[in-house]
């Protein structure tokens, strides 16, 4: 497959930066994601968990299903600092 | 990372728990020094401790003269890191920008920077205006004083753990990760480690759980003061650079920064929860998120409109005196303890790691055995002289 297929969108990382980071012996979800940085922007991991928990699974040769995902973190969408600030107090 | 590692290797002349940024530069310094048949232990992978959950500052604008020195050698380290290791630590020296709100705060902000400046670091007292000047968002009406030193800055902190890690590797170190210690006994000079996989006989052992440290040091019949601490984190959507400095407020512990990815990454401190058992708590509160929007946005009204998208917590391991605790630990010979860093261990670790290798290899200890020993704590014991007091949290 092409070099340029891109898993996460919103941190650009590609099915061969997953690839190098399991030859490198990072397996997990946990470990993927701070290797390569999938799941660190806006969509959080909503948009590409599935994809790059796929390309783990094949390059390391693990069954999908021993794949936990990574902790999701809040909040749930992102959200305007001003909001959880709620109204000014002065 | 660690799945190739999984030999037995049933003697050890030392066994490092915990691998986290301390246990790997003490293995890799070790290594280096030409130690062999060191093994690395951690419960979970790289990374998943204080380590993997850090804000990346490192500063050397301290209030005792050891550590704006240990600083000063410590940046040194990490400007030269990602060219001897081979890995980008997007280290970005934009400086720290410390604010005060209160004469008190900004009078010992004063006296720390007249003792940074005896050290040959350039901080300087500025007000909140010249403060603007840095930080054109800032608002200037809550503070009354502030101090900048322009070579202080932020790193990633991932990167050193993985860059550590490789070259420790290299060097015949093994590292084994998802391997929890369980049990520790003595046999006669020896330590008997028993993992889920097996169990390991070391010489030496040191302890560098962070915040697990009393619970391993319990395991061996040691006991540690320190207690683990929840402090929480978050990061926002990326934005064009736009914020050089750290910035800190010394009364409520907020700090932000910029990271080299357009984040803005900060926390806040809230007040300590009870927690009688010491337990490690991670997980993620409200009360921080909004304690920490309010706080943004009433230095910096303007980023009212960024989003955040993710928060998180980590353990800040913190001693009765708020400083280290190092050494071999009293009643138990053989066993070493790091631990106690509270909320800036991340860039200590560089220079400690070092100067803790050398004194393992023998050499004369660096003055920080002598300031964080463990036995400052036990009853008749010497307090550490000069209490560090420039901790944010
Ligand atoms: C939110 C937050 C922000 C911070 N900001 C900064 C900052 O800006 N600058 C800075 O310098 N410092 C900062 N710190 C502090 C810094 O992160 C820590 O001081 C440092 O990472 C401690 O490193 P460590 O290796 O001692 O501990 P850790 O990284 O916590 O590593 C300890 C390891 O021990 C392992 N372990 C525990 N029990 C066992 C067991 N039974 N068997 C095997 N392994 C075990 C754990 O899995 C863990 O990986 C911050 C901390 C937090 C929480």
Same mark, same amino acid.
Request: glycine letters at 10%; proline letters at 7%; aromatic letters at 8%.
């Given at each position: 497959?092409?070099?340029?297929?891109?898993?996460?969108?919103?941190?650009?990382?590609?099915?061969?930066?997953?690839?190098?980071?399991?030859?490198?012996?990072?397996?997990?979800?946990?470990?993927?994601?701070?290797?390569?940085?999938?799941?660190?922007?806006?969509?959080?991991?909503?948009?590409?968990?599935?994809?790059?928990?796929?390309?783990?699974?094949?390059?390391?040769?693990?069954?999908?299903?021993?794949?936990?995902?990574?902790?999701?973190?809040?909040?749930?969408?992102?959200?305007?600092?001003?909001?959880?600030?709620?109204?000014?107090?002065? | 990372?660690?799945?190739?590692?999984?030999?037995?290797?049933?003697?050890?002349?030392?066994?490092?728990?915990?691998?986290?940024?301390?246990?790997?530069?003490?293995?890799?310094?070790?290594?280096?020094?030409?130690?062999?048949? &060191?093994?690395?232990?951690?419960?979970?992978?790289?990374?998943?401790?204080?380590?993997?959950?850090?804000?990346?500052?490192?500063? *050397?604008?301290?209030?005792?003269?050891?550590?704006? =020195?240990?600083?000063?050698?410590?940046?040194?380290?990490?400007?030269?890191?990602?060219?001897?290791?081979?890995?980008?630590?997007?280290?970005?020296?934009?400086?720290?920008?410390?604010?005060?709100?209160?004469?008190?705060?900004?009078?010992?902000?004063?006296?720390?920077?007249?003792?940074?400046?005896?050290?040959?670091?350039?901080?300087?007292?500025?007000?909140?205006?010249?403060? *603007?000047?840095?930080?054109?968002?800032?608002? %200037?009406?809550? !503070?009354?004083?502030?101090?900048?030193? +322009?070579?202080?800055?932020?790193? !990633?902190?991932?990167?050193?753990?993985?860059?550590?890690?490789?070259?420790?590797?290299?060097?015949?170190?093994? &590292?084994?990760?998802?391997?929890?210690?369980?049990?520790?006994?003595? =046999?006669?000079?020896?330590?008997? &480690?028993?993992?889920?996989?097996?169990?390991?006989?070391?010489?030496?052992?040191?302890?560098?759980?962070?915040?697990?440290?009393?619970?391993? +040091? =319990?395991?061996?019949?040691?006991?540690?003061?320190?207690?683990?601490? =929840?402090?929480?984190?978050?990061? %926002?959507?990326?934005?064009?650079?736009?914020?050089?400095?750290?910035?800190?407020?010394?009364?409520?512990?907020?700090?932000?920064?910029?990271?080299?990815?357009?984040?803005?990454?900060?926390?806040?401190?809230?007040?300590?929860?009870?927690?009688?058992?010491?337990?490690?708590?991670?997980?993620?509160?409200?009360?921080?998120?909004?304690?920490?929007?309010?706080?943004?946005?009433? &230095?910096?009204?303007?980023?009212?409109?960024?989003?955040?998208?993710?928060?998180?917590?980590?353990?800040?391991?913190?001693?009765?005196?708020?400083?280290?605790?190092?050494?071999?630990?009293?009643?138990?010979?053989?066993?070493?303890?790091?631990?106690? !860093?509270?909320?800036?261990?991340?860039?200590?670790?560089?220079?400690?790691?070092?100067?803790?290798?050398?004194?393992?290899?023998?050499?004369?200890?660096?003055?920080?055995?002598?300031?964080?020993?463990?036995?400052?704590?036990?009853?008749?014991?010497?307090?550490?002289?000069?209490?560090?007091?420039?901790?944010?949290?």
């Amino acid at each position: 497959m092409s070099r340029k297929v891109i898993l996460c969108r919103c941190e650009d990382v590609t099915l061969a930066d997953v690839q190098r980071a399991v030859k490198l012996g990072y397996a997990d979800l946990e470990e993927v994601k701070r290797y390569t940085g999938f799941g660190t922007g806006p969509c959080q991991g909503k948009e590409c968990l599935r994809e790059v928990a796929c390309a783990v699974a094949q390059a390391s040769g693990r069954d999908p299903a021993t794949l936990a995902p990574f902790t999701s973190r809040p909040p749930l969408s992102p959200t305007a600092l001003g909001v959880l600030a709620g109204p000014a107090r002065k | 990372m660690t799945s190739s590692d999984r030999s037995p290797s049933p003697r050890a002349d030392v066994v490092v728990i915990g691998a986290g940024v301390m246990g790997l530069a003490i293995a890799y310094n070790l290594a280096a020094r030409g130690c062999k048949r &060191i093994v690395v232990l951690d419960q979970h992978y790289l990374a998943w401790g204080a380590s993997g959950r850090n804000g990346g500052g490192v500063r *050397q604008q301290w209030s005792t003269e050891m550590n704006v =020195r240990l600083m000063q050698e410590s940046m040194e380290i990490c400007a030269h890191f990602a060219e001897e290791m081979g890995i980008n630590v997007w280290m970005r020296r934009g400086g720290y920008l410390f604010l005060a709100r209160t004469d008190a705060a900004a009078t010992r902000l004063a006296r720390n920077v007249a003792l940074q400046n005896r050290c040959d670091l350039p901080t300087r007292m500025i007000s909140p205006a010249e403060a *603007q000047a840095l930080v054109p968002e800032l608002e %200037t009406a809550p !503070f009354v004083g502030a101090c900048y030193n +322009a070579t202080d800055g932020i790193v !990633f902190p991932w990167p050193f753990l993985w860059g550590y890690a490789r070259a420790a590797q290299k060097r015949g170190v093994i &590292i084994r990760t998802g391997t929890a210690v369980t049990a520790i006994d003595r =046999r006669g000079d020896d330590f008997q &480690i028993a993992t889920a996989a097996g169990t390991l006989t070391a010489g030496r052992v040191i302890c560098a759980a962070g915040a697990w440290s009393p619970r391993i +040091a =319990r395991l061996c019949g040691g006991t540690l003061p320190d207690r683990p601490v =929840r402090h929480e984190i978050l990061s %926002t959507e990326p934005l064009k650079p736009f914020l050089k400095p750290m910035v800190s407020v010394i009364e409520t512990g907020l700090y932000v920064s910029q990271s080299l990815r357009g984040e803005l990454v900060g926390g806040v401190s809230l007040p300590e929860e009870p927690n009688p058992d010491g337990e490690v708590r991670l997980g993620s509160r409200l009360a921080f998120l909004t304690t920490m929007a309010r706080g943004l946005t009433e &230095i910096m009204p303007r980023l009212a409109q960024v989003k955040v998208v993710r928060q998180w917590a980590g353990p800040y391991d913190v001693s009765p005196d708020g400083d280290p605790i190092v050494g071999e630990l009293p009643g138990v010979p053989g066993f070493y303890v790091v631990c106690g !860093f509270g909320g800036h261990g991340f860039m200590m670790a560089p220079v400690v790691a070092r100067h803790y290798a050398a004194y393992l290899c023998g050499e004369a200890p660096h003055p920080f055995f002598e300031a964080w020993r463990a036995d400052r704590f036990a009853a008749g014991g010497t307090p550490s002289p000069h209490r560090e007091e420039m901790t944010i949290g």
